[in-house]
């Protein structure tokens, strides 16, 4: 089978008014998106759409999490407003985290995330297979 060049029509839509590109915006979405991209963090918003959890709660749900990764995954959490860090005066002192109104705002699209990978896991693990076969070949 050899590449071909096929003619596509034109679409005719509407042209969209020009929108000014600024750097800043870029590298402002880009530093929330790589916090909220991050594989614990997904792990951990997931985990609180459930509720308040304290802090080894977390730890044993999210298999393989060291304890200072955890730390800093939660500290940036909260850093960013997705997550409160409710502190209780007991003896040993008790320590709730929680998702805050945008943390909760950001649980649907990431639990819609989880379950589109979950959907098409065998999809991706075989094209995975294939691509790897491929360049063993090479």
Known sequence: MSPEHKKVPVSRAPVLPPHPHLDNDCRGVATILARVGDKWSVFVIMLLGG????FNEIKRMVGGISQRMLTLT?????????????????IPPRVDYELTDLGRGLSKPVEALGQWAFDHRTEIESARRQFDGRNEDR
Do not use: S, Y
């Open 51 to 54: 509720g308040p959890r304290r």
């Open 74 to 90: 939660l500290r940036g959490l909260e850093r960013d407003g997705l997550v409160t860090r409710t502190v209780f005066p007991t």
